[in-house]
T-cell receptor
Framework: GENVEQHPSTLSVQEGDSAVIKCTYS??????FPWYKQELGKRPQLIID?????GEKKDQRIAVTLNKTAKHFSLHITETQPEDSAVYFC????????????FGSGTKLNVKP | DAGVIQSPRHEVTEMGQEVTLRCKPI?????LFWYRQTMMRGLELLIY????????DSGMPEDRFSAKMPNASFSTLKIQPSEPRDSAVYFC??????????????FGDGTRLSIL
């Protein structure tokens, strides 16, 4: 099956700086890559996703890039704010596997005011 | 839409007792997933259903765990007998496969389970 690795496990940035979280996947059949944000004690919530026919997608301060050749995708958060502090999970899903997601191990982002 | 609804939100019980967690997926979604989240193991997929049929239960830890989906709007995850190592947050998620392409999974608020 698919294997998703996520780095770093923890990330601390100053408010206003940018944050980048990287994920790699192993199966070239993966074609859908969502990112989830989980605040303490809350449920994971989708913040952005990208499909394999697109190289980059932006939504205000967040963006995701995908490199299919290298099998990696990244989450970029610009102008970070304290409310961005949370655990972020990447995931990969294959076209033939019934919407099953393979999640990364998570990145705990701390934005210092 | 109310989103994915899970109950109870918190459950504290003694080891050996039966525990039943409940989930109502988003109306119209034909996939339902049960996850377990712990600090040590992160998010683990336990089992998922498509059109009420279990597709993959390879993540179910052992025979003490069972899951059912009797209809499109209800699923249960049962642990019998429960053990302290089952303590975790259990999430239910649902999704659809619109246009034959994968879609986001939407998570419920989870059940925080503590086995004493």
């Amino acid at each position: 099956g698919e294997n998703v690795e996520q780095h770093p496990s923890t990330l601390s940035v100053q408010e206003g700086d940018s944050a980048v979280i990287k994920c790699t996947y192993s199966d070239s059949a993966s074609n859908y890559f969502p990112w989830y944000k989980q605040e303490l004690g809350k449920r994971p919530q989708l913040i952005i996703d990208i499909r394999s026919n697109v190289g980059e997608k932006k939504d205000q301060r967040i963006a995701v890039t995908l490199n299919k050749t290298a099998k990696h995708f990244s989450l970029h958060i610009t102008e970070t704010q304290p409310e961005d502090s949370a655990v972020y999970f990447c995931a990969a899903s294959m076209r033939y596997n019934f919407n099953k997601f393979y999640f990364g191990s998570g990145t705990k982002l701390n934005v210092k005011p | 839409d109310a989103g994915v609804i899970q109950s109870p939100r918190h459950e504290v019980t003694e080891m050996g007792q039966e525990v039943t967690l409940r989930c109502k997926p988003i109306s119209g979604h034909d996939y339902l997933f049960w996850y377990r989240q712990t600090m040590m193991r992160g998010l683990e997929l336990l089992i998922y259903f498509n059109n009420n049929v279990p597709i993959d239960d390879s993540g179910m830890p052992e025979d003490r765990f069972s899951a059912k989906m009797p209809n499109a709007s209800f699923s249960t995850l049962k642990i019998q007998p429960s053990e302290p190592r089952d303590s975790a947050v259990y999430f239910c998620a649902s999704s659809s496969r619109a246009s034959r392409s994968n879609q986001p999974q939407h998570f419920g608020d989870g059940t925080r389970l503590s086995i004493l």
